[in-house]
């Protein structure tokens, strides 16, 4: 069976999101009153890609200067640890670097027969919180 592989892994620290019931909502606005309650976090391997750094997204007025990106977490690996990665989890550190960034959403990579589907999991981010109610 081919497994795919990471290239240059990093530890990676997530704390995801609670229970939506654990969350005080505003239901007008569709947003937290507040933080929204985590977990605590997680310590993962994943391959990083900095959007932000590798292609920067020009404006009129300069360049954006949110950080943006994608981890690559490697399916098996998840389930090996029972981690679900949903949209507003945050991510508290990236190799050496402490951040403040939040999953925002995903696509799935590495398709292989063997593998009946996708072998990697990217979980785009970014450093704003989503601010609607995972569904």
């Known amino acids: 069976m081919v497994q795919p592989n990471l290239i240059h892994p990093v530890p990676v620290y997530v704390?995801?999101?609670a229970d939506a019931?654990?969350?005080?909502?505003?239901?007008?606005?569709?947003?937290?009153?507040?933080?929204?309650?985590?977990?605590?976090?997680?310590?993962?391997?994943?391959?990083?890609?900095?959007?932000?750094?590798?292609?920067?997204?020009w404006q009129w007025a300069g360049v954006d200067e949110k950080t943006r990106g994608y981890l690559v977490f490697r399916y098996r690996d998840l389930e090996r640890r029972g981690v679900t990665i949903e949209r507003g989890d945050r991510i508290t550190k990236?190799?050496?670097r402490t951040?403040?960034?939040?999953?925002?959403?995903?696509?799935d990579a590495a398709h292989y027969t063997d593998l009946g589907g996708a072998g990697f999991l990217l979980a785009f981010f970014e450093d704003r919180t989503p601010a609607e109610r995972a569904r």
């Open 15 to 17: 704390e995801r999101v």
């Open 21 to 57: 019931d654990d969350t005080l909502w505003d239901e007008d606005a569709n947003e937290p009153i507040g933080e929204r309650e985590r977990q605590s976090a997680v310590r993962l391997r994943a391959q990083v890609r900095w959007r932000s750094i590798e292609d920067p997204d």
């Open 94 to 96: 990236v190799g050496k």
């Open 99 to 107: 951040v403040n960034l939040f999953v925002t959403g995903f696509e």
